[in-house]
């Protein structure tokens, strides 16, 4: 059974710093990509950041970059994100999502749970 689980939400102040993690289980990830995504009350998922399992191909939504770091650690099936600088506008819920690679990022194969980031004013 493949299970994606995030830790490491919570509160913190503005231009504060979190790290979420993202443990991966179940299969194999080599040959796909892995995902943050994040949806705040009344606002549609978006894709936040995105990593290969191999390789060193990035990708960031534009009100992050500079901001947020995405990385793994192959020897613990597990990916991180990194959040500094952090805004009142990132509160939303954070998800871990995998995809294989390819393919977009429309329908992940693979879900998280979810982590919630609050970030106070």
């Known amino acids: 059974q493949v299970q994606l689980v995030e830790s490491g939400g919570g509160l913190v102040q503005t231009g504060g710093s979190l790290r979420l993690s993202c443990a991966a289980s179940g299969r194999t990830f080599s040959g796909y990509k892995m995902g943050w995504f994040r949806q705040a009350p009344g606002k549609e998922r978006e894709l936040v950041a995105a990593i290969r399992w191999s390789g060193e191909s990035t990708y960031y939504v534009d009100s992050v970059k500079d901001r947020f770091t995405i990385s793994r650690d192959n020897s613990k099936n597990t990916v991180y994100l990194q959040m500094n600088s952090l805004k009142p506008e990132d509160t939303a819920v954070y998800y871990c999502?995998?995809?294989?690679?390819?393919?977009?990022?429309?329908?992940?194969?693979?879900w998280g749970q979810g982590t919630q980031v609050t970030v106070s004013s």
């Open positions: 999502a995998s995809q294989k690679y390819g393919r977009t990022w429309n329908n992940p194969e693979y």
